[in-house]
């Protein structure tokens, strides 16, 4: 119950929907969209922060199954299957987070999550910074962070 009562989450707010602050909440990847809508779009949830200065941990809102679908699946050529918009995309996320706030230059993303319950976390953890990547992964494969 303490936990509840002190531990904050700042979300940051820049990037805008469908990519970022908007994740599916009713198919096989709703935890994604359930965490994104629970934090970042309730005025009641007790984890959210309401500044910056007083969280423990940010959030990065990314949805990783809508950046699959709007960024990565509408491809015309061979060469669109390359992950490579993924990665900047992200990378590109997290520079503006950067250059505007001090917290994750701070930490060097050590207090910095975001979530998927998607196969593409393993890739993900491959060039992101992060040192917490909360993973969901949904039926047999299940490797949480």
């Not at 990378?91 to 917290?103: L, R």
């Amino acid at each position: 119950m303490e936990m509840v009562k002190r531990f904050k989450v700042w979300v940051y707010e820049e990037g805008e929907q469908p990519l970022v602050h908007y994740g599916p909440v009713n198919d096989i990847y709703a935890i994604e969209g359930q965490f994104i809508d629970e934090i970042d779009n309730s005025k009641r949830s007790p984890f959210k922060a309401r500044n910056p200065d007083e969280a423990h941990a940010f959030f990065l809102p990314l949805s990783v199954v809508n950046v699959v679908h709007y960024v990565y699946k509408p491809y015309m050529s061979q060469n669109d299957y390359s992950r490579d918009r993924l990665q900047r995309l992200v990378e590109d996320y997290i520079g503006v987070v950067a250059d505007k706030y001090p917290y994750w230059n701070r930490s060097n993303g050590a207090d910095h999550f975001l979530l998927s319950c998607h196969d593409w976390v393993p890739f993900l953890k491959l060039f992101l910074s992060l040192h917490l990547l909360i993973a969901v992964f949904v039926g047999k494969k299940n490797k949480s962070l």
